[in-house]
C-alpha cells in the first residue's frame, strides 16, 4: 500500500504542478493579448488621402539620414537670407543715386527707411500668414513665399526712384512667407532625432545666405563701372546699376519655386475625431479584462491641448522679449556697419567701395558658419543657451567701443583689425539669436511652437523694422556733429548701440528671463 500511495501523491503533485505552470502561462498569454490590443488602440492611424499621415507613415518607415528633406530646407531659408543679406554693402550708393538727400549726410536718413521697409511689411502679415499655413498646408505658403522673391526682388531692381524702391520692398516684406512656414515645416518632417538637425540647418543656411548675399551685393552692383568690357552702359545694366544682383537672387528664387513643387507637405486635412472613433472600434473588439474605456481616456488625456495661453508663459514671452531687444540692436548695427564703412572719411566713415563691404560681410558669414557648425553645439551643452548670451552680450560692449578705433587704421591694418571685428561681433550676435530662439522652443510644447514661432516673427519683425530707421536716422545726426565735445561723430553712433547692448544683457537675468521648469 504504501509504494501505491507514493505513487499516488507522486501523480497528484505533477498534476498541481501542471496545472500550476499551464495557469502561469496562460495568464501572461492573456497579458500579452491585453498589451497588444493595447498597442491597437494607441498606435496611429494614417488616413488615405491625408498628406500629414503621408509624411508620418514615411517618418515610421524610414530609416537613415533624410537628406532630400534637408536639402530642400536648406534651400528654402537660402532663398529668404539672399534678398536680406545682399541689400547692405550697394544700400548707400543707391541711395545716393536716388538724388532724394540733399546732403551727403541725408543719404543714411533715407537708407534706414528702405532697409526697415521690408521688416515693417513682414511683421503686418507674419500672423496672417502663420494662419494661412495653419489651414492650408505650409507648401502652398512657402510657394507665395519664394514667387514673391521673384517678382518683388526683380522691382527693386528696376527701381526708378526711391518711393518705388521702398514700395517693393514693403511688398516683399509682406509676402515674405518663408521663415515661419519653413521653421513648423522643419519640426514636422523629421523623425523626433533629426529634429534638431533640421533646425540647425535653417541656421546653416542663414549663415551662407551671409557669405552669399553681401558678395552677390558687393560685386555684381554698378557693373557698368566695375566690368566695363563685359556691360556697356547703354546696356540694362548700365541703366539699372543695381539690377544684377537682384537679377541672380530672383533667378536662384525662380528655381527655388519649381523645386518646391516636389515639396511634401506635413499639414494633417483630417478631423482628429475621426481618428479616435476608429481606434475606440478596436477597443469594442478587446477580450473581457481589457478596460477599453481607460485606453480611450488615456488617449484624451495625452492629446495636446491648445487651450493654453502663451501670453501667460513667462519663460516664452521673456525669451521673446530679449529675442526683440537683441534683434533691435543688430539689424541697427548691420545698417549703420554698411553706412559706416562707405561714408567719407572726413565723417569718419572708412570710405570703402561695395566690394570692400561685400568682402568684410562675406568673411564675417564664414566665420558664423563655422563657428555655428563645429563650436557652438559644443558651447551650448557646456554653458548652456543663457550663460552664452550673457557672454556673448558682454563681450560685445568692448567690441563695438573699439570701432572708432579702428577707423584711425589704414592698409592692411585696417583690413585686419576689420575683418576680425566685424567675424567675431556676427559670431556673438548669431550666438546670441541661436541661444533664445533654443529657450523658445523648450519654453512650450511642440504642438505649440507654431503659433509661438509666429508670436515670434511678427514681434521680431517690428523690433527689425525700427532698427534700420532708427539706425539710418542716428547715423545722418551723428555725421553732423563731428566737433562736439561728447562723444563726436561715430563715436556717439557705438555708444547708443552699446547701451541697447547693455540693457539686452540685463534682462537676461532673473527675475525677467526665466527657464521653464522640466
Not at 514671452?317 to 548695427?333: E, G, N
Request: net charge neutral; proline share 4%; with cysteine.
Amino acid at each position: 500500500m504504501a509504494p501505491c500511495f507514493n505513487l499516488f501523491c507522486l501523480l497528484l503533485k505533477n498534476l498541481l504542478l501542471s496545472i500550476e505552470v499551464c495557469t502561469f502561462n496562460s495568464y501572461f498569454v492573456y497579458r500579452e493579448m491585453e498589451e497588444e490590443q493595447r498597442e491597437v488602440l494607441l498606435k496611429k492611424v494614417y488616413h488615405e488621402g491625408c498628406p500629414g499621415c503621408r509624411v508620418e507613415h514615411l517618418k515610421d518607415t524610414q530609416r537613415g539620414l533624410p537628406v532630400r528633406q534637408l536639402f530642400f530646407v536648406w534651400i528654402v531659408v537660402l532663398c529668404n537670407a539672399l534678398p536680406i543679406s545682399s541689400l547692405f554693402p550697394y544700400l548707400y550708393f543707391m541711395i545716393r543715386d536716388f538724388n532724394i538727400a540733399k546732403t551727403e549726410k541725408d543719404i543714411g536718413y533715407y537708407a534706414g527707411y528702405a532697409g526697415a521697409s521690408y521688416m515693417f511689411g513682414r511683421a503686418l502679415t507674419s500672423i496672417l500668414w502663420g494662419m494661412v499655413a495653419d489651414r492650408y498646408g505650409r507648401k502652398p505658403v512657402i510657394l507665395v513665399g519664394t514667387a514673391s522673391v521673384v517678382i518683388f526682388n526683380t522691382l527693386f531692381g528696376l527701381s526708378l526712384n526711391y518711393w518705388m524702391a521702398i514700395s517693393s520692398r514693403f511688398l516683399l516684406g509682406s509676402m515674405s512667407t518663408l521663415l515661419g512656414p519653413i521653421m513648423a515645416y522643419a519640426t514636422e518632417i523629421f523623425r523626433e532625432e533629426y529634429q534638431a538637425l533640421g533646425l540647425s540647418t535653417i541656421n546653416t543656411a542663414w549663415g551662407v545666405g551671409l557669405i552669399i548675399g553681401p558678395a552677390l551685393g558687393g560685386f555684381l552692383a554698378q557693373p557698368a563701372e566695375k566690368y566695363p568690357n563685359i556691360f556697356s552702359k547703354e546696356s540694362i545694366f548700365g541703366r539699372f546699376p543695381y539690377f544684377l544682383p537682384c537679377l541672380c537672387t530672383s533667378v536662384y528664387a525662380f528655381g527655388i519655386t519649381i523645386a518646391c513643387c516636389w515639396l511634401q507637405e506635413t499639414l494633417h486635412t483630417h478631423n482628429e475625431n475621426n481618428k479616435l472613433s476608429k481606434n475606440s472600434y478596436n477597443a469594442l473588439e478587446a477580450p473581457c479584462g481589457f478596460n477599453a474605456e481607460e485606453a480611450v481616456n488615456e488617449i484624451e488625456a495625452n492629446k495636446p491641448t491648445s487651450k493654453e495661453s502663451l501670453i501667460k508663459n513667462w519663460p516664452l514671452m521673456s525669451s521673446i522679449i530679449v529675442f526683440c531687444v537683441f534683434s533691435l540692436h543688430d539689424m541697427a548695427y548691420s545698417e549703420i556697419f554698411s553706412l559706416w564703412a562707405v561714408s567719407p572719411r572726413k565723417y569718419g566713415g572708412l570710405s570703402y567701395s561695395t566690394d570692400d563691404v561685400g568682402v568684410v560681410l562675406a568673411i564675417s558669414g564664414f566665420g558664423v558658419l563655422v563657428f555655428q557648425l563645429f563650436l557652438y553645439p559644443y558651447l551650448e551643452k557646456l554653458l548652456g543657451p543663457i550663460i552664452i548670451c550673457r557672454i556673448a552680450g558682454v563681450l560685445s560692449i568692448p567690441l563695438l567701443a573699439i570701432y572708432p578705433l579702428i577707423a584711425m587704421l589704414s592698409g592692411f591694418n585696417l583690413s585686419l583689425a576689420l575683418n576680425c571685428a566685424s567675424a567675431m561681433k556676427n559670431v556673438l550676435s548669431v550666438s546670441i539669436g541661436t541661444s533664445l530662439i533654443i529657450l523658445q522652443n523648450r519654453a512650450v510644447e511642440q504642438h505649440q511652437r507654431g503659433a509661438a514661432n509666429g508670436i515670434t516673427m511678427t514681434t521680431m519683425s517690428l523690433f527689425k523694422a525700427a532698427g534700420p530707421a532708427g539706425g539710418g536716422v542716428i547715423f545722418s545726426w551723428a555725421q553732423g556733429r563731428q566737433r562736439a565735445a561728447f562723444f563726436p561723430g561715430d563715436q556717439m553712433i557705438f555708444f547708443i548701440l552699446n547701451v541697447v547692448e547693455a540693457i539686452a544683457v540685463l534682462m537676461t537675468f532673473k527675475p525677467f528671463l526665466v527657464r521653464r521648469s522640466q
